[in-house]
């Protein structure tokens, strides 16, 4: 249950597991806020903006119950699920060991029409469920046949299917309710339960293998038009190409900087001088970069297809500090090193685009040694005889001795003598069970082109980033040529 580096990618800096389960709670909470939850910040209204134009939005809101939800012919299923806020300790839920019936899960519940509200393109040719982290959304079948015609162009490891589910009339149209199935290297399991398991959670693992990446942290960044780009291969906190070009976009007080400098700034050896965060997110703050940014494809103006995806960056400053924003703001511990999104729909006027992602659960490893393990403890020592002598779960237990215990509290438990005979073989099944329902967590949402809409804003805005940098991201060359990009 080791925090890996791409997890602690996803939630820099890293804290250890020991008794850290109510920082690792209040981080999950905080995360869900990144994406839907920080547009509502965005356009909440106040005595200034109640005197400034209205901005255009390609978002529109409708609360539950003021879209047409009338039940179709054939039509069944639910028409949204909500996927509930933290892990809890449920009972059941199958696979082995057998006699482990304890498990972790997110609670799932059903949502009804009355009760969901939409975020729905300015076309009106797709809507996603208007909640942190929706499960579904819905579309015209044009939509959902343009994406995966280009999902199928690069390889992805899902496609997106409508057949036998609801439908809801807004504005007019009716829209399917669509969802994804694993296309590649799936397998049986991977396909069951109430949503499919995408194989992997890791947020850069997840965009990868979406836009048909042969490597689960490789991807090529695409400037301009598609006319240039190089190769990103993010370490555990940023990408070095990525941290070169923001020196360069810092550097280009003449708004000068093309796709060709661009490139040859990111795949240059030299080493960004200075205080990269401050001196890139005092440039770019307020605009200062507008031109650059424009010409470059990057940051509001990064705009990926269904097959793409978003990547986007922190510049840490020297003083921890976000620059980016005027005063400079302490974001406390809770800044993400980067965080990748794979665009799987568009709308069909090409202003709204909607995203698969997910996120390490890092809550899992929390909750297993807190919560889980003394389930399991008091049920084992239930046993008499030496399971009597198990020993509860303490603070300052490192992960190996986590380990040993939670082999022994197992090994009280399943009686099974051939799970029994192999050392760790439950623990390590049982943590299978874990990674398999956090690959089912992914999400949906939607990013548009309207002021405030776009990833780059709404995860700037989430308070999760320093000096934030966003790259419209593809599948690299795949082969020997790979490492020449």
């Known amino acids: 249950m080791r925090v890996t580096q791409e997890q602690q990618a996803e939630r820099r800096p890293s804290t250890p597991v020991a008794g850290s389960a109510r920082r690792e709670s209040a981080l999950a909470q905080l995360h869900r806020t990144a994406g839907n939850a920080a547009v509502a910040q965005l356009f909440a209204p106040s005595a200034e903006r109640s005197r400034e134009p209205a901005p255009l939005q390609r978002i ?16 069944r299923g639910p028409y949204f699920v909500a996927q509930g806020p933290e892990p809890v300790v449920a009972m059941g839920g199958g696979g082995e060991p057998r006699d482990i019936r304890e498990r972790l899960r997110y609670e799932l519940a059903e949502v009804g029409p009355a009760d969901a509200p ?9 809507a996603v469920h208007g909640v942190d982290e929706p499960k579904e959304f819905y579309a015209v079948q044009a939509v959902v ?22 439908s809801i009339g807004v504005g007019g149209q009716r829209l399917l309710r669509v969802q994804p199935t694993v296309v590649k290297d799936a397998t049986p399991a991977s396909q069951m339960g109430p949503f499919v398991s995408l194989l992997r959670s890791t947020c850069i693992s997840v965009a990868c293998s979406l836009i048909g990446s042969e490597h689960s942290k490789r991807a090529r960044a695409v400037l301009g038009g598609g006319d240039g780009g190089f190769l990103l291969t993010p370490n555990s906190d940023s990408d070095t190409r990525a941290n070169r070009l923001a020196s360069a976009v810092a550097q280009d007080t003449t708004d000068t900087l093309g796709v060709d400098g661009a490139v040859t700034a990111a795949q240059g050896g030299q080493v960004p001088a200075g205080d990269l965060g401050r001196s890139y997110g005092e440039a770019t703050r307020d605009g200062g970069r507008d031109g650059t940014e424009a010409r470059l494809g990057i940051n509001k103006y990064a705009s990926p297809g269904p097959g793409e995806g978003f990547g986007i960056f922190s510049m840490l400053a020297q003083d921890n500090l976000d620059h980016s924003v005027s005063p400079a703001v302490d974001r406390g511990e809770n800044v993400w090193g980067y965080h990748f999104a794979a665009v ?30 003394d389930v399991l403890y008091q049920r084992a020592k239930k046993g008499g005889g030496w399971f009597s002598q198990l020993k509860p779960l303490l603070d300052s237990d490192d992960q190996q001795a986590f380990k040993t215990k939670f ?28 990674e398999d329902h956090t690959c089912r967590s992914w999400f949906f949402r939607v990013y548009g082109g309207g002021p405030g809409e776009s990833f780059h804003e709404q995860q700037a805005a989430s308070g999760f980033f320093n000096n934030p940098m966003t790259l419209r991201v593809g599948r690299p060359p795949a082969g020997p040529d790979a490492a020449a990009q």
């Open 407 to 434: 082999d022994e509290v197992l090994a009280a438990l399943v009686t099974d003598p051939e799970v029994k005979r192999t050392k760790g073989k439950p623990r390590i099944q049982l943590q299978k069970d874990f």
């Open 145 to 166: 046949d343009t994406a995966n015609t280009a999902l199928r162009a690069v390889g992805s490891s899902v496609e997106l299917v409508t057949g036998g589910g609801r």
């Open 60 to 75: 529109t809101e409708h609360p539950g119950g003021s879209y047409d939800a009338t039940p179709q012919p054939g039509e």
């Open 118 to 126: 939409l975020r729905v393109a300015d076309d009106g040719t797709l």
């Open 344 to 373: 799987v729909a568009r709308s069909l006027d090409g202003t709204c685009q909607v995203t698969l992602e997910n996120y390490a659960r890092n809550e899992f490893d929390a909750k297993a040694r807190s919560e889980l393990y």
